[in-house]
């Protein structure tokens, strides 16, 4: 490093290069684009003061290589314990009281018992001249203003924080003054009933004189008959808890009043006042918490962390932590599983460099380089490095268990992943599930001309629909990425104790007193199993040989199996309120998963097909004649439905749309459908039905194009085209299906990111099963592939049905909406626990009570 002397001399060629923040600049001063490396890393951190990005040592040659940019701010922040006899409590020594200002800190320092220097600097490349800061004296005047700038910039994720669905809730200008009556009333720790009326959901608690009666205004849509405002109305008692959100770290509020949800600072002496200690609510270590509707159980979060057991830390490569970034567990543990897996470590970490090499300008926002980014972060070691002797010994002589590891922080990767995505993008606790597709999502589209390591989650899926009345079948085939089972509680193995519990939680509910200790079901897997082969009812089924409505039933099977299985245990449903809620259920998985007898058979000796009919589209009469209107005046829409999802907040259009769209299939199908297309430009614009002339209609008594014909009705294309979907996709979609409107609709909604050059695999999938492309007879044999499978289809990657359990990841808590989630994964033979940013070897992997189970292919013998 060399030291400049006529620093206004030397700065004259770069002055163009260098910028002042402006107004949306964001300014990363506290992470590399490329490394987790920070000022508080050993090189420090280089934030370039043109584009204001941030990279780590090794990292800044390249861009400096790249964009020819000269002019960098280093920063280092030098952290240190403080001396032995430092008063406890003391204010850390900051060396420059202004330079970091707003440079997020390490939470893994605590500032009572760590003290820090921070250090800043311009160095210009190639010749690393450096610039000491602050320098105002020496420095122009632009040069002065963009340094300031750039050091008290907030963090680049403020924004995309402050955009997501939370809002900020204030204090209640009635907190502070409330009177509450002296009258006795004590709330009982469940059994809660409004006082009014019989319900049992969302009941609020008036903090005034301990009322609790049930609501219908709250923003969530929950159900209830509004008797907590008319009490208000009454009284004018101005605020209100939710006897079900109640834990130590407080509750949800809301104020009769002021109209909206408000923060109270003395909630607990209030919920006091009632009897109720919210101090002594369940809760967890790392502040993740129960719902407390009834008595928590606190053997969940202690056998999946597996708390209470001496759990040995682990380093080194493959062995690093993600921190927690609030509710980001549901990323942490997918993310931790998908790198165990050889073709993601080699699409994304193996190749490193060439990602890096050619990244965009701003590689914060290229979805391969914060995947190689990440692989590498948690698969290198590099930050997860043992402690050194010194201060394991230091720790046991002061009887003092810091916590020492630290993890790496996923905020970049999560903010470029989620970016858009109404749910992934907030603060708030989400569905693993969810996550895993929407990031397979991601890798189908960023992996265009390069491999692309989902697909080894990729299989065909043969449906078999069997028309009730006249036993003719139809074969399809799909894609799907992962095996949801169902749960069949009525397969209980301990049936006679669920109901002996079931009958003692109604007496304590029907006598005010506490519940007795919940009991879990203990399911056999081969009844989950079992339960997914079962042939299910087709709502509202088209039979093509009556050309009527009729009974039909579906089962499906596997037409291929991929390399690694994702097994879903839809542990999930949907409450009276519309929350999602789990079931305490217990599943035997096993460790080796058998799936052979599950293989399509195609076409079978004696079944004869259902005619390749399209259903009739029918059209009102006074539409028909209307020859110039655009739209239908009044689709067929079930209004109970849209009155249901607009309780719920979304705008009464969008949820109109949802109900026709799927077809008056119910509140849940429409619920799907409108999380799927929620970040649609026209998603609240009113439904516009188009009309077709009697004239195109197909003709009922004629066959229609056959699927293995090159292109769809134009008739059926034009009612999905007008219905806002593109052409490609809705031809791929009619391919897929045969022809039959309504399962292309599904298809649609299934694959909403399908790309054209996935044309060629439809087409391919989804023939007519007496093609020559589909056998009508089934290979047994576990080592051959798949009759539809051809060196043309390299994304199907069949094989055996054989698998071996490797990871698993589990959910704590009441619903997806809260608690916590750690996975497990096998390596090297031993079982190790992933829970946020901590990685230990298990002692006992709780595999019947995973969410999901990754299962990787066995070898042939």
Sequence with gaps: MKMATDLGELLVPYMPTIRVPRTGDRVFKSECAFSYDSPESEGGLYVCMN???????????????????SVYMHLKRHVKEKATGAAGGAIPRRRNG??????????????????????????????HFEI????????????????????????????????SWEEEIQVSRHARSLRQQENGVRIPPSGWKCAKCEMRENLWLNLTDG???????????????????????????????????????????????????????????HLLHFGIDMLQMQRTENGHHTDNHVQPRVSDWEVIQEAGLKLKPVYGSGYTGLKNLGNSCYLSTTMQVLFTIPEFQRAYVGNLQRIFDYSPLDP????????????????????????????????????????????????????????????????????AHEFLLHLINQVERNSSGSENPSDVFRFLVEER?????????????????????????????????LIAYESKRKEAEENMRPPPEPVRARIPFSACLQAFTEPENVPDFWSSALQAKSAGVKTSRFASFPEYMVVQIKKFTFGVDWVPKKLDVSVDVPDFLDLNRLRATGLQSGEEELPNLTPPIVIPEDTRDNTTNNSLESPEIDESSVMQLAEMGFPLESCRKAVYYTGNMGAEMAFNWIIAHMEEPDFAEPLAVPTYMEPDLPSPSLPTTTALDNQPPEESISILTSMGFPRHHTIQALKATNNNLERALDWIFTHPDCEDESEAMSDMADTDPNDNSFSNTNAHSDSSLSPDQDLSSPRVRDGPGRYELFAFISHMGASTMSGHYVCHIKKEGRWLIYNDHKVCLSERPPKDLGYMYFYRRLSSC
């Design 465 to 497: 629909v069997q028309c009730c009345q006249t036993q003719k079948v139809r074969y399809t085939q799909r894609v799907d990425y992962l095996m949801q089972l169902p749960v069949p509680l009525e397969a209980a193995s301990n049936r006679e104790e």
């Design 364 to 431: 914060t926002q290229d979805f391969s380089t914060q995947m190689a980014k990440l692989g590498h972060g948690l698969l290198s070691g590099q930050y997860s490095k043992p402690p050194m002797k010194s201060e394991v010994i230091e720790q046991v002589m002061k009887e003092e268990y810091k916590q020492l590891q630290r993890g790496i922080s996923p905020k970049m990767f999560k903010a470029l992943v989620s970016k858009g995505h109404p749910e992934f993008s907030s603060n708030r606790q989400q569905d």
């Design 132 to 163: 000491p800061l602050p320098n105002i004296e020496e420095l122009p005047a632009l040069v002065t203003i963009a340094c300031d700038a750039v050091l008290n910039a907030p963090s680049p994720y403020k924004k995309q924080e402050s955009d």
């Design 98 to 127: 202004k330079v970091f200002l707003d440079l997020e800190l390490n939470r893994d320092f605590n500032g009572d018992d760590y003290e820090y220097e921070d250090e800043a600097k311009l160095v210009i490349f190639p010749d």
């Design 51 to 69: 584009s204001f990005l941030g990279f780590g040592r090794e990292h800044v040659e390249r861009h400096y290589r790249k964009t020819g940019q």
């Design 211 to 269: 009322s609790v009666l049930c609501g219908k205004w709250f923003f969530d849509g929950s159900g209830g008959n509004g008797h907590a405002l008319e009490h208000y109305k009454e009284t004018n008692f101005p605020l209100a808890v939710k006897l079900d959100t109640i834990t130590p770290d407080g509750a949800d509020v809301y104020s009769f009043d002021e109209e909206e949800a408000v923060l109270d600072p003395h909630i607990s002496e």
